[in-house]
């Protein structure tokens, strides 16, 4: 029997209702395995955390952190702890990030069934068929490079800096994700090359790196600018695995996060830990942080009618990556597609308010439950 | 009389024919109007020039350009002078942007006429009424902050810095042009100010800005995250002026710009000199750079049928920022948007291949020359 530790952050807003679906979730699968069990420990992490202890990042949580195998997050932030507050919720995602050296980001934007189409704001001949898979390095680039704050000066400045080392180990992880798609997946590897010297680092790293290690797998390199474009009027284009620095992958993951209709579904995984070698195609991080793209959404917390299909789905990021049960993962992601097409709940299927249904958030967590 | 030079660069791929067509209309307004005469004077820039001169920015061309009233361009660039070449087009481009000054990039984003709706990714509902201006800060950022290549090294770098004075001047064009219209314009400042030091500087300097020179004028911030989400899933509410740095503006107003439908409708221009006092509410540059915001499509290339009205388009904002000639401007944009809704060619409007039409460059031309 392999015992997993599980640490739970669910965070302010609607992050515990979120989360509570996700729990259901893995407790099911945790008590019918006959192989794994799932010991799920919540700590506080966020705003509620700053409240609590004057820290979005209390050190019990960081060291809960990371002594666990995986975390699941809801969401962190609100008006409370808004951009003027000198304590606020997201330092404390950009520091476990970097504490744990969560470096790979991985967001799929994909419709979970055909019929969520018309949730769309492409029309549906362009928005038919997409499945992207943005890895966005998370723990360098501009974030994170020498900064200087205005103060009594005149400029302010950051810096945009990547090693080679950084570069390499991102694309073996988007590298590793695309192989484990039969066929494998292409890559396409984005940049600013023709204005910044740490792009043109970046490609040149990029495309060495999968040429020497991984030669059967194709790849193509597109301006931001490109790549901006092509989301809006041609995502099928990039179908794939769209591999990108930190902030441009700030970007387009959110750009590429409103295709499918809604925010509410949609799931993200930020990893740590080497990949496994290039003649084992499956990645297995060290650890992770699983947690949904939406944010807290004060403005509909505590009515029950949050989507919790992106925490269920980011669950299943967390048994595939974390805990390697592919089957399980599957089963999950299946069990969500399936509830959001159930029109036994008065013909609409389990949708909550933001796919324009009625269901609960605890209703759809049923519907999934069900169907598992 | 007034007499203008305008320098024009045809540059390269369908830069020539496209800028022909404008060059007509430059043109007749010279030859019609008894108090502007304009004499146009073609120079080589871009990859025709790195040909004949082994430089993208020839010293004659510059030369000129710093001399002129204004400046036409096309589009330079093509697979001839690709990414691995020492001497590229865009090198030039951005050579020019920073000796002439060209510190604002204006790129609008609307529909020439309703019936243009159908070309677009989005769905019409989400599309129909979307009027945007990109404000872009083009001289600064890291385009052209302290950069470090690899070379022999471990790491590469670029730095975004910005200091007051360069987002004061910016914020000051944005703001006039909002006030340039009736009702003015509402200002949507676009940074990453939850992480970056030189965004936090750039929100307090709009800030101010507008608050002690413009207090008449309405803004709001959203991080470029949130704002590459909104362009796709609600543009309208950030309809108006959209204010941003250099790297987050070419993201943005790319991603804009394929709401229209089609890269050959939209004009842009990059505009040089101190914006009027806060009580004058027009801007006049000292010069710009006005072109269509397409590139040189070698694609198609020497086939006759790339669309001209991004570039016709182009030389009526320079007839309003440049020359103050805001009638004839509009008759310029009045008679485009009559030409693509004109059903006398075949019954589709005189419309290039880009919007499924089948008028020519030249034909198009004509139409508009016809309506004005
Ligand atoms: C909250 C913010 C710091 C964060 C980021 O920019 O990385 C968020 O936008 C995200 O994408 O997770
Ligand atoms: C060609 C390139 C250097 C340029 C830029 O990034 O500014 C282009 O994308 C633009 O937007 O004018």
Redesign the interface.
Known sequence: LKQYRIVVLPGDGIGPSVVAQAIRVLELISETSSTTKLILEPHDFGGCAIDKHGDPLPPSTLKACQEADAILMGSVGGPKWG?EAKV?P?QGL?RIRKELGLYANVRPANFASDSLLSY????PE?AKGVDMIVIRELIGG??F?P????GDG????????????EVQRITRVAAQIALAANPPLAIHSID??????????WR?VVTETLKNEYPQLTVDHYL???A??L????PKKLNGVILTEN??G??????T???PGS?GLLPSASLAGAPASPSDPSFKPTTGIYEPIHGSAPDIAGKGIANPVGTILSAAMLLRYSLGLEKEAQAVEAAVSKSLDDESIGGYGARTADLGGKATTIELGDRVIETL
């Open positions: 951009p606020r997201e950009l769309s704001p492409l029309k362009i501009l974030y490079g900064r200087q704050e205005q005149d400029t302010a400045y950051d810096t945009m800096v990547y090693s080679v080392s600013k090359a023709n204005v910044l010297a740490s792009s043109r680092l040149r931001v600018d490109t901006a474009m989301i809006v009027s041609n902030m441009f700030d970007i387009l993951s959110d750009e996060s409103v295709i925010l």
